[in-house]
């Protein structure tokens, strides 16, 4: 059985003044991940994505308050404990020199006690998205590794003359070529099936406990029942008329984002669209008052297990370019944080937002400072595409130390490749050839 994934993020106090030095160190880091002096990823085989990066006080010019911290955040397979405890065995002089710049690092060589530190300094995500579920990363690597030799085989030995690729193939020659393709490829690794769907089945488990319950009511006291019914349609609507008078009231004060300016706009493009790709990293503070911040997390909560139970196949709210991604809330539940490993541009992986997600985020950021009038929780919002966009840059920081154990390879292209690993059912063999 495949080990779990796991998505950890550490957030650690740096001491006053150091942070701009550790911006330098990580920024050297950052700049040869993989073979940098200080430490080397690839050495660590469960981890698909990591980051580090300084996260600054809301307001760095303003009174004291929260210190700037150091946020270190990954996605990988098995434990926690277990992944800490090889990047000490292995990398302790780089924790060293990067964690000496945070309060409390328990000093150098010490790796027992580093461990501790950092697991002690865990935060919980409040929604996570993962594209290819319940895979690790050899399993991926194998899948785009055996997909390669197929094509391969099609460039080299496949005759032009032939229909390679699918194309004008009977069932029966594509699915002969499909078996000449899989024996070519060998060994196909051994990926488990996609999870199943199953938020219709809760779903409907749930609708039948609510009317089953009513009913028991009705039964035993039919002033209850009336009661039950009243507090089901009630509750609903009184949220919406508090969330109302919040939305006018939000609106009513609102201030559209001023563009970034160029030097935040250079900090975060020498970053970006060097590979496949790309990182973000953004934070913003929630709204006060105990209803936005009970809204959020009931809002996480539905993206969760919306991501759990029905984005569980490369795509997330119709968005097939996010490898992972999850939502934080930090200080306190004051701050929102938000790490995504996507493919594409920023203007594309915006773009992708507003035409096919909107409902979603809209519904998560609309609880944040600053972030555009919204109607009923999940409409208009992202849909004011410039004011959407200037918030996102405002609010996104520089990611200064990122990592991809496959950073050339998209979600489609680990997707076909997943479908190619697989035995065809029978009749779609023509379709997966046409993957190729």
């Not at 919980?124 to 993962?130: E, L, T, V």
């Not at 809002?299 to 370019?321: D, H, K, Q, Y």
Request: glycine share 10%.
């Amino acid at each position: 059985m495949n080990p779990e994934q796991r998505s950890m993020t550490i957030i650690a106090p740096i001491l006053p003044g150091r942070e701009e030095a550790l911006k330098s160190l990580l920024r050297e880091i950052g700049n040869d991940v993989e073979n940098n002096p200080c430490i080397r990823f690839p050495e660590f085989p469960p981890v698909h994505f990591a980051r580090w990066v300084v996260i600054p006080p809301p307001d760095p010019s303003g009174p004291a308050g929260p210190p700037f911290q150091l946020a270190f955040g990954t996605d990988h397979d098995g434990p926690d404990e277990q992944l800490l405890g090889q990047m000490a065995a292995k990398a302790m002089d780089a924790l060293d020199a990067i964690y000496s710049h945070c309060d409390g690092w328990p000093g150098p060589g010490n790796a027992d006690r580093a461990v501790t530190y950092l697991l002690n300094r865990r935060i919980p995500y409040g929604a996570r998205h993962i594209a290819c579920r319940r895979l690790t990363v050899q399993d991926l690597k194998d899948a785009v590794t055996a997909r390669g030799r197929m094509e391969t085989y099609i460039d080299t030995v496949v005759r032009p003359t032939r229909a390679g690729r699918g194309d004008g193939l009977s069932d029966s020659d594509a699915r002969r070529q499909m078996g000449v393709l899989r024996d070519y490829a060998e060994p196909i690794p051994r990926i488990p099936p996609p999870p199943a769907r199953w938020v219709v089945a809760v779903a409907a488990v749930g609708a039948a406990g609510v009317i089953g319950g009513l009913s028991l009511l009705f039964r035993r006291s039919p002033a209850l029942g009336r009661l039950g019914v009243a507090a089901l349609v009630g509750l609903p609507a009184l949220f919406l008329a508090a969330l109302r008078r919040h939305e006018t009231a939000d609106k009513e004060g609102w201030v559209e984002a001023t563009p970034p300016t160029l030097e935040h706009l250079r900090e975060l493009r020498d970053w970006e669209d060097h590979k496949v790709q790309n990182q973000m990293t953004h934070v913003v503070a929630v709204k006060p008052g105990l209803f936005r911040r009970l809204t959020l997390g009931g809002v996480l909560g539905a993206v969760n297990f919306l991501a759990r139970s029905l984005w569980n196949r490369g795509e997330l709210g119709g968005i097939p370019t996010i490898h992972f991604a999850r939502w934080m809330l930090i200080d306190g539940g004051k701050r929102l944080l938000f790490f995504s490993n996507f493919d594409g541009s920023w203007e594309n992986y915006l773009s992708d937002f507003i035409d096919r997600a909107s409902a979603g985020l809209t519904g998560v950021w609309s609880n944040t400072v600053g972030f555009p009038p919204t109607q009923y929780l999940i409409n208009d919002g992202s849909r004011r595409v410039e004011a959407f966009k200037n918030w996102t840059r405002k609010n996104q920081i520089e990611t200064q130390v990122w990592y991809s154990a496959y950073p050339d390879v998209s979600v489609v292209n680990l997707l076909d490749a997943l479908a190619l690993s697989r035995p065809p059912a029978p009749g779609t063999e023509r379709a997966l050839l046409g993957k190729l």
